[in-house]
């Protein structure tokens, strides 16, 4: 195991106590930046100050304040990137945009999360269409903001209409 994946495996274990999971984590020149999720995807600002105190006494203990660092805590915020399928599966029901490879061409198109499967994603449109996009098609992914939400009366995705 590398350092890098060693130093990542010990701040997940530091921020679990808490509830929280590392989203990412990169280490670039003097920076160190930690971004915490959680199950239900509203992590507060309490969270990541809470996050940030675990991550600098686990520094403190592995003598890692001896090197000049800074360290940035956060949350992967509103239009934050999906990746993984548990990514893609916290995110039922709401809007996102995927980069996809379509009959060899790069395709954006956007929805809101309707099914994730071992296999890929079920993206439902705005004209309603349901559309299956396996894993290895999407080239990346993220969530879009859905200023005008759907109504919460009809179950169709989980509680959303069709419509945007």
Request: proline letters at 2%; charged letters at 30%.
């Amino acid at each position: 195991m590398s350092e890098f994946e060693e130093l990542e495996k010990m701040i997940s274990s530091a921020i679990g106590g808490l509830g929280l999971k590392l989203y990412q984590y990169s280490f670039t020149g003097h920076v160190v930046r930690v971004v915490v999720d959680n199950d239900n995807g509203n992590v507060s600002v309490e969270d990541c100050a809470a996050a940030s105190r675990a991550v600098e006494k686990l520094f403190d203990e592995r003598n890692f304040s001896a090197h000049n660092y800074t360290l940035e805590v956060s949350s992967p915020g509103l239009e934050r990137p999906l990746v993984t399928r548990e990514d893609y599966a916290r995110c039922l029901g709401k809007k996102a945009r995927l980069i996809v490879n379509e009959d060899n061409k790069q395709l954006a198109v956007m929805g809101w999360i309707k099914t994730v499967t071992d296999a890929g994603v079920e993206l439902e449109f705005k004209s309603q269409e349901i559309k299956f996009y396996p894993f290895d098609h999407i080239i990346s992914g993220k969530l879009e903001v859905d200023f005008n939400r759907r109504k919460k009366d009809d179950k169709r995705i989980n509680g959303y209409t069709g419509t945007n």
